[in-house]
Structure formats: C-alpha cells, structure tokens
C-alpha cells in the first residue's frame, strides 16, 4: 500500500456529491441526457437512497444526494467535465432542451450547462497537443 509524504493512503477523488431535489429525475438526466453510466443505486440508513453515475470509465463518479429538507440545490458545483468536442456536445444537450450557455472559446471551448435542479456544471474541451 503507497503512503504519501503526509502518512495519508489517498489515491484519488472517488466521488463528488451534487445536492439533488429528486434522485429519480436527476437520474434520468445523468443517464439519460449527459449519457453517463449508472454505478451504484442501493438503499441504507432509514429511507435513504446512495445514488452515483459517471462518465464511461471514469475513475471519479458524482453522487446524486437528496438534499435535506430546506437545503439548497441550484448551486455551482464547480465540477468541469472533460470532452473532446465542446461543439458536438454543446449542440447534442441544446438538441435535448438541456440547459445550456453559449460556448466560450478561450483558453479552450467550455459551457456551462444546468441539471433540473438548477445546479451549475461546466464541460471543457481537452486541450489539443500543440505540434512542433
């Protein structure tokens, strides 16, 4: 098992939490409209629900929290996504009335984008190797 400088064994980000009104209809987007996959849907504690998606092979998932009672959702999560074609997927989520910002061009093409709960994402275009 690897140790860090610090004596800690963390090796990654697991999986990032997006506070969500309704577990089903964000489910539905993630899958259904952003096209990722589900990993775990599972039932614990006294009626609550663990739900998590992610992108086809991605090591980090995004759990879909049910807010609590009077908590926010709608927020800027802060989370970018990575595509290799910020265009395509621009113009394949407006086609199904995600929504969407404008593409920014720089540093490289990005949006933001909103789930139903209003919660602010961002997908980035992957920078292109520079040729020499």
């Known amino acids: ?3 860090s400088e610090t004596g800690t064994h963390i090796t990654c980000v697991g999986t990032v939490g997006i506070p969500v009104a309704d577990q ?4 539905e987007f993630y899958v259904g409209r952003l096209g990722f996959e589900k990993r775990m849907d ?3 504690g006294q009626g609550q629900r663990w ?4 992108p086809s092979g991605a090591v980090t998932a995004v759990g879909l929290v049910r807010s609590a ?3 926010a959702t709608g927020i800027d999560t802060g989370i970018r996504f990575v595509t290799d074609d910020a265009e395509a997927d621009h113009a394949t ?3 199904q009335s995600v929504d969407v910002d404008e593409v920014l ?3 490289v093409p990005m949006f933001t984008l909103r789930d139903p709960d209003g919660n602010r994402l961002y997908i980035v275009e ?6 020499a």
Do not use: K
């Open 42 to 44: 599972m039932a614990y």
């Open 51 to 54: 739900v998590e998606v992610a």
């Open 24 to 27: 089903d209809r964000a489910l």
């Open 105 to 107: 061009p720089y540093p």
């Open 69 to 71: 009672q009077g908590s």
């Open 126 to 131: 992957r920078p292109r190797p520079i040729s």
């Open 93 to 95: 989520l407006l086609a």
């Open 1 to 3: 098992m690897r140790q």
